[in-house]
């Protein structure tokens, strides 16, 4: 059974920046693709980032974030991050890490992940 647990949300104001972590276990971090969504109230929970378990391989971006977040990954901590610059009011959201129900899959798509942490809020004054 994977774990992941997010951490690193917060208050912040318009312009800020903020670095989420996601430590997971449970299994071999580097088959993973992992990916970050968020969701805010009201809304569905919506693609943010995506990054292959392949060192080199695939990342992608929903468009509100690209040019201000930036996804990576610490395969020897096992760890999952989301750099968050020049954040927007519209960014407030809990932020979620997730890892697919088959490890390898590169995908943008909620539906194809499985494993979710709990979530780290966000919130961004204006």
């Known amino acids: 059974q994977l774990h992941l647990v997010e951490s690193g949300g917060g208050l912040v104001q318009a312009g800020d920046s903020l670095r989420l972590s996601c430590i997971v276990s449970?299994?071999?971090?580097?088959?993973?693709?992992m990916g970050w969504f968020r969701q805010a109230p009201g809304k569905e929970r919506e693609f943010v980032a995506a990054?292959?378990?392949?060192?080199?391989?695939?990342?992608r971006f929903a468009d509100s974030v690209k040019g201000r977040f930036t996804i990576s990954r610490d395969n020897t901590a096992n760890t999952l991050y989301l750099r968050m610059i020049t954040l927007e009011p519209e960014d407030t959201a809990v932020y979620y890490c997730?890892?697919?129900?088959?490890?390898?899959?590169?995908?943008?798509?909620?539906?194809?992940?499985?494993?979710w942490g709990q979530g780290t809020q966000v919130t961004v004054s204006s």
């Open positions: 997730a890892a697919p129900r088959t490890p390898g899959l590169f995908t943008t798509s909620p539906d194809d992940y499985y494993y």
């Open positions: 990054i292959s378990s392949i060192v080199g391989g695939d990342i």
């Open positions: 449970g299994r071999t971090f580097n088959d993973l693709t």
